[in-house]
């Protein structure tokens, strides 16, 4: 079936760096993809939905200049945490939508900020 | 409000139980998710509806338009069964939404 791999799965990142997650729609072409956050025993948020060739649609209160989307390609799309804090430290997870409706999850990122 | 409410938020059942988790939502939707987190994070999709029931193995899914409501059950409940399922909706104008979850815990 359809997969969807993010990598890296675990990252450490001194605070004031930058790091890249990236998000792979595996068989399947992926018009859209989203990214999603998830604080420890929170729920998932959706910070942004990004579209092929064009820029993302962020969710109201995430920052467009720190988490940076871009979806060049139709099976692949990156999420940039810039200048990286300990507060940015949480689990993001992208999900990418097939033809109609079907939406597939990757497996998640733990970003730790140190 | 919420746009997404579950009930309940934590649930304890004995092996064998029959289970419900419930998830009500309040905005016109095109689809909706019932998704499965396991402790390390890693969410699986179970079921994605936008009318009628839906049945995979011992869970199924049903969703009632009219009254925005949706229901997750899981006969014959195992202890694997553990874990968050959290309810996803999507909407044209508000896009994914997402219930607060429900913890479920299976006891052998």
């Known amino acids: 079936g359809a997969v969807v791999s993010q990598h890296p799965s675990r990252v450490i990142c001194k605070s004031g760096t930058s790091v890249k997650i990236e998000c792979r729609s595996l068989d399947f072409q992926a018009t859209t993809m989203f990214w999603y956050r998830q604080f420890p025993k929170q729920s998932l948020m959706l910070m942004a939905t990004?579209?092929?060739?064009?820029?993302?649609?962020?969710e109201q209160g995430v920052e467009k200049d720190k988490f940076l989307i871009n979806h060049a390609s139709l099976t692949l799309s990156t999420l940039t945490v810039t200048s990286a804090h300990p507060e940015d430290s949480s689990f993001y997870i992208c999900?990418?939508?097939?033809?109609?409706?079907?939406?597939?999850f990757g497996e998640g990122s733990w970003l730790t900020v140190v | 409000k919420n746009e997404v409410e579950q009930s309940p938020q934590n649930l304890t059942a004995q092996e064998g139980e029959f289970i419900t988790i419930n998830c009500s939502y309040s905005v016109g939707i095109s689809a909706l998710h019932w998704l499965q987190q396991h402790p390390g994070g890693g969410i699986v999709s179970l079921f994605m509806?936008?009318?009628g029931k839906k049945k995979h193995g011992r869970l199924i899914a049903t969703i009632n338009i009219q009254e925005k409501h949706s229901s997750l059950h899981i006969t014959a409940s195992h202890p694997r069964d553990s874990a968050v399922y959290i309810c996803a909706v999507r909407s044209v104008l508000t896009g994914m939404r997402f219930g607060a979850g429900t913890r479920l815990t299976v006891k052998p």
């Open positions: 509806l936008s009318s």
């Open positions: 999900s990418a939508r097939q033809s109609g409706n079907t939406i597939y």
């Open positions: 990004s579209n092929e060739g064009s820029k993302a649609t962020y």
